[in-house]
């Protein structure tokens, strides 16, 4: 079992930065990937960025060239630094993790951390 615990949300005027933290508990098998998932209200869960543990890379085009997300394998952490943030990234951030490659419905989730971008 894996447990994640995320950190860093919080209340930011637009053009800020903030940076995520997630942490996972448990076998590092678990987290072939590891990735940040957000939700807007009223709107569907969507992909921000995932990443795998060889290192490949994926974000969504709403976030590209603005945030990174990066991770350490040896603390089994994954980070996303958020720059140049909008109102529109204003949502609930949800760090995710999976044994093998199921980006679209990982296997673990975490509770979940609140970003409000507003002035």
């Known amino acids: 079992q894996v447990q994640l615990v995320e950190s860093g949300g919080g209340l930011v005027q637009p053009g800020g930065s903030l940076r995520l933290s997630c942490a996972a508990s448990g076998s590092i098998f678990s987290t072939n990937l590891m990735g940040w998932y957000r939700q807007a209200p009223g709107k569907q869960r969507e992909l921000v960025a995932y990443i795998f543990r060889g290192g490949s890379i994926k974000y969504s085009d709403s976030v590209n060239s603005r945030f990174t997300i990066s991770r350490d394998n040896a603390k089994n952490t994954v980070y996303l630094q958020m720059n140049s943030l909008k109102p529109e990234d204003t949502a609930i951030y949800y760090c995710?993790?999976?044994?093998?490659?199921?980006?679209?419905?990982?296997?673990?989730w975490g509770q979940g951390t609140q970003v409000t971008v507003s002035s």
């Open positions: 995710a993790a999976d044994a093998l490659y199921r980006t679209e419905n990982p296997q673990y």
